[in-house]
């Protein structure tokens, strides 16, 4: 039986240093907004692999399974044959969804820690299979918060522009965040406008992703034109996003992409590499 709840489990880890922001030179603009949607992974929170589909393609490492079950007196040699059965489920569950018409389907992950320990004879509650599945993600994927983030969105706030998320993301993911920028994220972000992937069962660059998310607004009484969208990610966050009339801020913090320098910058769509320059670009103040 594992007796820390989740919440408990978050807060054996330590809140890491902030990542520098690094230099770079902005292009585009984009015009004056209501709103604005930031992705997570990448742009609010530098990560160490990513999110689950980054960790699919990395595969990481056996470790964090074996530290996981040792943490919750679980059996320990089970490691590596959960380390295989957690990559092959969540591929198994990709492919029923797609085959009934999911293009990028998601998964839950307690549920797939619920199912991969079922295999081996071992039953949890869900909320048993979240204590495991954050404390796991906390030691393989740990994030840190970019330099300048938590002042750019408290000032968001207090200047009465509408704050949303628009992430693949599981349930860890928004309190991990909290944590890490120091933020009550129920008091941040709208959430009306908090477009989670684990929630909706798809995942962006699905065109129904940034679609909800434009009749959403829509329903708020905000055009598409009047929020923008914050991403480190060229096709899921720009790409995806500017095909439904949302402005964007492509950001580079972690100076790894230089696709914007073969694409077309303008009003409308916008690169940045700190947070300083992304509050140049929303018109942000002191």
């Known amino acids: 039986m594992i007796r820390e709840s989740w919440k408990d489990v978050l807060e054996e880890f330590e809140i ?11 292009k585009g603009e984009v015009l004056q907004v209501k709103v604005v949607l930031f992705d997570v992974y990448g742009t609010l929170v530098k990560p160490l692999i990513g999110d689950l589909d980054a960790q ?3 595969k990481m490492s056996v470790s964090s399974f074996q ?4 943490r919750f007196g ?4 089970l490691g590596e044959v959960l380390y295989k059965s957690f990559y092959a489920k969540v591929a198994e569950v990709h492919e029923e969804l797609k085959n009934i018409g999911i293009g990028r389907p998601e998964v839950l992950i ?10 081996n004879g071992i039953r949890v509650s869900v909320e048993e299979a979240r204590s495991l599945s954050i404390y796991r993600e906390m030691k393989a994927n740990p994030v840190a918060a970019f330099s300048g983030v938590t002042e750019c969105l408290e000032k968001l706030s207090n200047s009465g522009v509408g704050l949303g998320l628009v992430s693949n993301s599981q349930f860890y993911t928004l309190p991990i965040l909290g944590k890490v920028l120091r933020i009550d994220p129920g008091k941040i972000f709208n959430s009306a406008m908090m477009f989670m992937s684990y929630r909706l069962g798809f995942a962006k660059p699905d065109p129904h992703f940034f679609l909800l998310a434009r009749t959403a607004l829509a329903i708020e009484g905000i055009k598409p034109e009047e929020a923008v969208v914050v991403g480190n990610d060229w096709t899921n966050d720009v790409e995806a996003a500017r095909k439904f009339g949302f402005q964007t801020i492509y950001f580079c913090g972690e100076g790894q992409n230089n696709i914007h320098e073969r694409i077309e910058t303008g009003t409308g769509c916008a690169v940045a590499y700190n947070y300083k320059q992304v509050e140049g670009l929303l018109r942000l103040r002191g």
């Open 110 to 119: 307690e549920h797939i820690w619920i199912s991969i320990l079922a295999e």
């Open 67 to 70: 530290e996981t079950l040792r």
């Open 74 to 77: 679980l059996p320990e040699d």
């Open 56 to 58: 699919l393609r990395n």
């Open 16 to 26: 890491p240093p902030e990542v520098p922001g690094i230099d770079g030179n902005t």
